[in-house]
């Protein structure tokens, strides 16, 4: 089972030499895409020994990121690929743990595609909290992909993820942006991919951190992804969601 551990960077001096540390720990190939970063990243990135990096010239988005990953991992002849943040909001001690549930499940004939963390699986009062819009609006989203796919989802938005490659092959992926998790269910669910998720642990490091742009708006934001969601189910031809209530979620 050849595993490769992709890491979306964009602007994450603060961050990444240790992180990548961490990671290392683990001993599985390392793959870093960088988004188009204009801080010391680059530099950082060239000192750090035994990592692959794609570079994006322009900042493309997190959604094209992963897309990039999944193209890298199939070339090269992956079996998995696992995606995580480098901001310390996903913990590099918890990669045993998409390794143990992958490898459990190896001669399985249900075998998972997609090995997905959930903040929101367990309770946990000393977990950080995150910004009250950010909560809100993956609660309303996920909830409205569960009812629309049949899902059983508790935190669609997780990029902590273990990915099939072979599974991800099927995928047409073309959003760059935030929005990537809209289209990335709906083609799961119509190509039967089989999900799984695992509880990985609610970090917020930095709650002023921002989407950029528009999206720093909750409501322009929410329907953004309600946008993407429609056409995504529209082009599978899919029944489309009713109208969303745009008016921002209560804290």
Not at 89 to 103: L, T
Not at 184 to 207: C, G, M, N, S, T
Request: hydrophobic share 40%; aromatic share 8%; charged share 20%.
């Amino acid at each position: 089972m050849k595993l490769l551990i992709a890491v979306p960077v964009f602007n994450e001096e603060k961050y990444v030499v240790p992180v990548l540390a961490e990671i290392q720990k683990y001993r599985h190939p390392i793959l870093v895409i960088d988004d188009g970063s204009t801080d010391r990243t680059p530099q950082l990135l060239r000192s750090i020994k035994n990592i692959r990096t794609l570079t994006h010239s322009v900042n493309r988005g997190y959604g094209q990121s992963l897309i990039d990953a999944f193209h890298f991992a199939a070339a090269h002849h992956y079996d998995w690929v696992l995606t995580m943040d480098c901001d310390e909001q996903h913990e590099p001690a918890r990669i045993p743990d998409f390794v143990r549930h992958i490898q459990n499940s190896l001669t399985r004939p249900d075998a998972p595609d997609i090995i997905s963390g959930s903040r929101y699986i367990l309770s946990d009062s000393a977990a950080d909290q995150p910004p009250p819009d950010r909560r809100n609006i993956n609660r309303l989203i996920t909830e409205l992909l569960n009812s629309v796919l049949n899902l059983q989802l508790t935190d669609s938005f997780c990029g902590f993820k273990a990915h099939r490659v072979s599974a991800m092959q099927k995928l047409r992926l073309t959003i760059p942006g935030y929005a990537f998790p809209m289209q990335f269910w709906v083609q799961a669910v119509a190509h039967h991919l089989r999900i799984q998720e695992i509880p990985v642990k609610l970090i917020y490091k930095d709650a002023t951190r921002h989407f950029g742009g528009l999206l720093d708006d909750p409501t322009a934001r929410l329907q953004h992804y309600m946008q993407v969601l429609t056409t995504e189910l529209q082009s599978l031809r899919t029944p489309a969601p009713a109208p969303c209530d745009l008016t921002p979620c209560p804290a």
